[in-house]
Structure formats: C-alpha cells, structure tokens
C-alpha cells in the first residue's frame, strides 16, 4: 500500500492534517 518514494509527503500531509484538526478543535 505504502511506497518508498511519496511516504514522506504523506507522513507531512498526515501531520499538517492532525495539526489542523487540533489547532480548530
């Protein structure tokens, strides 16, 4: 499911998203 390339920007999409969610919650 997970590649090696692009794992990165999504473990960075993953966390801005959980930042996001606790910063308006």
């Known amino acids: 499911?997970?590649?090696?390339v692009g794992f990165q920007g999504k473990l960075e999409?993953?966390?801005d998203d959980m930042m996001c969610?606790?910063?308006?919650s």
């Open 13 to 15: 999409l993953y966390i």
């Open 21 to 24: 969610f606790l910063l308006t």
């Open 1 to 4: 499911m997970l590649r090696a």
